[in-house]
Structure formats: structure tokens, C-alpha cells
């Protein structure tokens, strides 16, 4: 069994930067596809990115495009998300998630989710 840590949630004004860290335990990380899950409140959990089992695919939602970037570490067993040029609506807590399928993402496991508050 998997267990994921987030860190570096927080507070953050428009048009700043953020850098989530999920740092995993257990057998199985190096065989799973990872992602970033993000749930608002009075909203359901929406996919926000994903990187394949050698970090060399990555994937995003529109919305966080050009903005958020993906990225892992096999040996460190950790997936991180850069989050630059940040607007209000990414005010949410971020999940990090494992065993991530496409093309309508979910996820077999999860940690425990970090806050981001982004002011305007």
C-alpha cells in the first residue's frame, strides 16, 4: 500500500507562485501514473495533472494550462506541481493522487490534501 504527504500549500496573492510536494511510501510508486486532484468548496474533485510512470508524459486541464507544471521523481518518490500565475479561482485543497487513468481521470489512492488560497 501507497501513503501520500502533501506540502506546500498556503497562501498566495494573485499572479504568484506555489509548489506542491507529495512525497509517497510503499511498494508500488515507481509503477503508477500520478496526478494533482483539486476540490473547491461546493465543488466536486476535478482533475488538475498527471505524469506517466517515467515522468516523460505529462497531462493537464485546460484550465491550468501553461500555468501548473507536473513533474517526478522516481527515485525520491516524489511528484511535485509547480503553480505559477495563480487567480482566485485555483482557491482549493489539492490532492495528490496515485494509480491515475485516462482519458476521464481518476485515482486509486490519495493523501490528504494541502490548501491553496490564492487572494485577489
Known amino acids: 500500500q501507497v501513503q501520500l504527504l502533501e506540502s506546500g500549500g498556503g497562501l498566495v496573492q494573485a499572479g504568484g507562485s506555489l509548489r506542491l510536494s507529495c512525497a509517497a511510501s510503499?511498494?508500488?510508486?515507481?509503477?503508477?501514473?500520478m496526478g494533482w486532484f483539486r476540490q473547491a468548496p461546493g465543488k466536486e474533485r476535478e482533475f488538475v495533472a498527471g505524469?506517466?510512470?517515467?515522468?516523460?508524459?505529462?497531462y493537464y486541464a485546460d484550465s491550468v494550462k501553461g500555468r501548473f507544471t507536473i513533474s517526478r521523481d522516481n527515485a525520491k518518490r516524489t511528484v511535485d506541481l509547480q503553480m505559477n500565475s495563480l487567480k482566485p479561482e485555483d482557491t482549493a485543497v489539492y490532492y495528490c493522487?496515485?494509480?491515475?487513468?485516462?482519458?476521464?481521470?481518476?485515482?486509486?489512492?490519495w493523501g490528504q490534501g494541502t490548501q491553496v488560497t490564492v487572494s485577489s
Open positions: 493522487a496515485g494509480r491515475v487513468s485516462w482519458p476521464a481521470p481518476r485515482a486509486e489512492y
Open positions: 510503499g511498494r508500488t510508486f515507481s509503477s503508477d501514473a
Open positions: 505524469v506517466n510512470l517515467s515522468g516523460g508524459t505529462t
